[in-house]
């Protein structure tokens, strides 16, 4: 099976998600894309808008609920520490050893891959699926990365994905302001945000 990994925060998951996972699925034509929410994110371990992990987790999973070709995956949550994504895919190999990955990410990410933790480590463990942006050229960043780490030369896939202009900071925004959240997040996700008060 080939499986795409989406990690994040997703405080809150949101429509922009969903629609990058659907364009990343057909375009590399994946089996699943798995969800998953960082438990103790290392950029974010000390952002104080960040929601709890079980509630980042069940928001997750009621948005990927209707898409078969969805799944949530809780290997972030349950590990202790900080989260990395060298620990995502080793888990997730672990638990599915015959599958392939492919991690995606934005253009931004793939930017700053060589610093990642283990980046050489990571980049053999699966292939990366890169969202194209506006603003960059893509051909040259590809370069550089593959200057700086090798190891993920022959592994690297871009994409085009609808440029949704719909942000997780915005939203928790708009909560806060008491402003609606409609077609920004599936509504079971408002729902539970209204129901748990989160980002107030």
């Known amino acids: 099976m080939k499986r ?15 629609i ?12 699943r894309v ?4 960082a438990g103790a994110p290392w950029m974010k371990s000390h952002d104080d808008d960040l929601a709890p992990a079980e509630d980042r987790w069940r928001m997750v999973s009621q ?3 209707g898409d078969k070709r969805f ?8 590990r202790k520490g900080l989260s990395y994504a ?13 599958d392939e990955y492919v991690f995606i990410m934005g253009m931004d990410s793939f930017v700053s891959l060589p610093q990642w933790e283990s980046a050489p480590e990571f980049a053999g463990l699966c292939r990366i699926a890169v969202v194209q942006r506006p603003g960059y050229g893509h051909k040259a960043t ?10 993920c030369r022959g592994r690297i896939e871009f994409v085009k994905a609808a440029r949704i202009e719909i942000s997780s900071t915005d939203i928790r925004k ?11 997040v599936p509504e079971a996700v408002a729902a539970y945000i209204a129901e748990r008060r989160l980002y107030r």
């Open 4 to 18: 795409g990994i989406l990690g994040g925060t997703f405080n809150p998951v949101h429509l922009g998600h969903l």
């Open 20 to 31: 990058i996972a659907a364009d990343v699925a057909e375009a590399l034509s994946l089996d």
């Open 34 to 37: 798995v969800f998953v929410p």
């Open 63 to 65: 948005a990927v609920a």
């Open 71 to 78: 799944e949530a995956s809780r290997v972030d949550i349950e």
């Open 86 to 98: 060298v620990d995502t895919v080793r888990d997730l190999r672990r638990e599915a050893p015959g």
């Open 142 to 151: 590809q370069r550089r990365v593959e200057l700086q780490l090798p190891a």
């Open 174 to 184: 708009r909560v806060r302001e008491g402003r609606s959240i409609r077609y920004r």
